[in-house]
Nanobody
Framework: EVRLVESGGGLVQAGGSLRLSCALSGVTLADYDVAWFRRAPEKEREGVGCISSRTGDTYLTDSVKGRFTISRDNAKNTVYLQMNSLKPEDTAVYYC????????WGQGTQVTVSS
């Protein structure tokens, strides 16, 4: 069974940093692209970015470019979302996502940025 478990969320002041982790099990990370999404209060779910399994290339949505980075450690079967220069508008529940014949989501981790 494929499982994704996010961790690393918390409360941070504006300008601070957090690193989220997404640990995958039941699937070999090196074979699949993984994406990060977030859902802010009373807003639609938004794609944050993704990382390619084949090339390691990453894509980030415009609102986080220059502040967030995505990386992966295939040996640990874990994907990371490094978030720097956090803003109150980054407050959301963050989810990782993979498609392995069907869609799988983690349970999410809450990130709260205070002003």
């Amino acid at each position: 069974e494929v499982r994704l478990v996010e961790s690393g969320g918390g409360l941070v002041q504006a300008g601070g940093s957090l690193r989220l982790s997404c640990a995958l099990s039941g699937v070999t990370l090196a074979d699949y692209d993984v994406a990060w999404f977030r859902r802010a209060p009373e807003k639609e779910r938004e794609g944050v970015g993704c990382i390619s399994s084949r090339t390691g290339d990453t894509y980030l949505t415009d609102s986080v470019k220059g502040r967030f980075t995505i990386s992966r450690d295939n040996a640990k079967n874990t994907v990371y979302l490094q978030m720097n220069s956090l803003k109150p508008e980054d407050t959301a529940v963050y989810y990782c996502y993979v498609v392995v014949l069907k869609r799988y989501w983690g349970q999410g981790t809450q990130v709260t940025v205070s002003s």
